[in-house]
């Protein structure tokens, strides 16, 4: 059992209520912690120190900053494994390849946001008038509140927290409620690396009573938030009252196209990767799949193979292809998504049932029609809704029937059917010859319509979380 309070101007303390709250494994439903539950009291009390902690932070040199992520980056990469492993395997219910992968990337995160602690580029341009110049800078936003999520809880916070503090930015960071350890771990590990200790505090807590508090502050200067687009709608709109920069990285829908000319053996292989990994619980998964007509048979025999052949089993086997739904909630979630969409006319292919605990099998449905929950809403969880298309302008119109816009895949081996996909799909990213869920450190990860506004990634986080000033100045006669 872990024991932990708040991290309160970077040192750990107590929530001021004195109350805590617990920590679930899913993967046995049994308490493994108990952290300090945040509240109004304690968000005023992080956003104060985060204040004090600006002023220090940005008035360092960007190479000091840059110091201090490539510090953090050392740490994480030396001591990732002993540090992060277990509480990612057993806070979030990753297998050991996802655990192994997530502190991987978030090495590369923190090496690529410290590179960004020296680009806060800007321009000088021609002022009209003679006697006049212009120059445009860039400067930090002040406190960031940074709102996670569960799903890969230290790479996607890293991925906000990282290149806001590059940025030259104080923060105050309130976790998943369902995993707070591995975000306590995390800020911990910002102070060990040199950020000033007031310039990281992490407050656990519960979404409305410690995140409300946080987004309504009037005390922050803007928003980086991860996590489902109901809430994002909730914090963009209170973030609106006071004109906040936000970036709000949203659910998804993604789309796969599978064409005719691609093997329909890889096909199946790849669209089950992009859809299973960590039971779906992955933003960009490919939970809609429109195969061209010619191959569908095929393609629709090599998935159910491909997918009752998914070992699922101990997190710790390297094996396993994924483990535990994050709670009992989104077992129901994708019961009834599955209940609705079969009592519609869908039909099943493969799965629809527990596999044991909260681990659900892959599950395929076909023909799930247009207003099923299962189809036009995140389901979350290992469900793939698989449907024919006469052709690649249908392909294009079905994926792009969708009010989500996050990532998309196009399996084929034509160049120009490709391009002309990737061009007329409404997402904000678009992969072809893989499946949608990729991940690069320098890219733009963000969505299209309700996934989301703004992109994180490489220079595109650093406008995120800068404001540019023009500064002209009067040379005289
Ligand atoms: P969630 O929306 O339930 O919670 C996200 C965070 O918001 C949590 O910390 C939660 O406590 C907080 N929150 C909830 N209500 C709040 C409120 N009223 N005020 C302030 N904060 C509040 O999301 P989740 O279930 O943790 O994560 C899964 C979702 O995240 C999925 O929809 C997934 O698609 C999305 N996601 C998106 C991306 C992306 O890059 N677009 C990446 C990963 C996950």
């Known amino acids: 059992m872990i024991e932990s309070g708040i991290l309160l101007a970077g040192i750990e303390t107590a929530a001021s209520s004195g109350e805590t709250f617990e920590v679930i494994a899913p993967a046995t439903e049994a308490v493994i912690g108990k952290v300090g539950r945040g509240s109004a009291a304690d968000i005023d009390a992080a956003v104060l120190a985060a204040r004090e902690g600006f002023a220090e932070w940005s008035g360092l040199a960007p190479k000091d900053r840059e110091a201090a992520l490539l510090r953090a980056a050392d740490i994480m990469a030396a001591e990732g494994e002993s540090r992060y492993l277990d509480l990612l395997i057993d806070e979030s219910g990753s297998t050991i390849n996802k655990a192994r992968f997530e502190i991987n990337y978030t090495v590369d995160l923190l090496r690529t946001a410290a590179g960004e602690a020296r680009r806060l580029y800007a321009e000088t341009f021609p002022n009209d008038n003679p006697q006049r110049m212009s120059m445009v800078v860039r400067q930090p936003l002040g406190v960031v509140a940074i709102v996670s999520p569960y799903n890969a809880p230290l790479a996607l916070l890293t991925k906000m927290a990282g290149f806001a503090v590059a940025a030259g930015n104080a923060l105050v960071i309130k976790p998943s409620e369902e995993t707070p350890l591995i975000?306590?771990?995390?800020?911990?590990?910002?102070?060990?690396?040199?950020?000033?200790?007031?310039?990281?505090?992490?407050?656990?807590?519960?979404?409305?009573?410690?995140?409300?508090?946080?987004v309504e502050h009037p005390g922050i200067d803007?928003?980086?938030m991860t996590?489902?687009?109901e809430t994002g709608k909730r914090i963009g709109a209170q973030g609106m009252q006071r004109m906040l920069r936000m970036q709000l990285e949203l659910g998804g829908k993604s789309a796969l196209l599978v064409l005719e000319d691609f093997e329909p053996a890889k096909a199946a292989a790849i669209a089950a990767a992009g859809m299973f990994n960590h039971a779906g619980q992955i933003c960009m998964a490919n939970s809609r799949v429109?195969?061209?007509?010619?191959?569908?048979?095929?393609?629709?025999?090599?998935?159910k193979s491909a997918c009752e052949k998914l070992p699922l089993g101990d997190q710790r086997d390297t094996?396993?292809?994924?483990?535990?739904?994050i709670n009992r909630r989104a077992l129901e979630k994708i019961q009834s998504h599955q209940r609705e969409a079969l009592d519609k006319g869908?039909?099943?292919?493969?799965?629809?049932?527990?596999?044991?605990?909260?681990v659900y099998q892959p599950t395929v449905l076909l023909d799930t029609p247009r207003d099923c929950q299962a189809w036009c809403r995140e389901t979350f969880a290992p469900l793939m809704n698989v449907v024919a298309v006469a052709d690649l302008d249908e392909a294009i119109a079905v994926a792009n029937d969708s009010e989500y816009g996050l990532s998309a895949g196009v399996l084929t081996y034509n160049v120009q059917r490709g391009l002309k996909a990737a061009r007329a799909i409404h997402s904000g990213s678009v992969h072809i010859g893989m499946h949608p869920f990729q991940s690069n450190a320098l890219a733009p990860i963000g969505g299209f319509g309700l996934s989301g506004i703004g992109r994180s990634g490489g220079q595109y986080s650093t406008e995120e979380f800068t404001e540019l000033k023009w500064i002209s100045f009067e040379l005289g006669d």
């Open 319 to 325: 094996a396993t292809a994924y483990g535990p739904l």
């Open 183 to 214: 975000a306590l771990e995390f800020g911990k590990l910002l102070v060990e690396a040199g950020v000033p200790a007031h310039a990281i505090n992490v407050i656990p807590g519960f979404g409305a009573e410690c995140g409300g508090p946080l």
């Open 222 to 224: 803007g928003i980086a």
């Open 346 to 358: 869908a039909t099943l292919l493969t799965g629809g049932d527990i596999h044991g605990g909260l």
């Open 227 to 229: 996590g489902s687009t």
């Open 290 to 303: 429109l195969v061209e007509q010619g191959i569908y048979a095929a393609f629709c025999d090599e998935l």
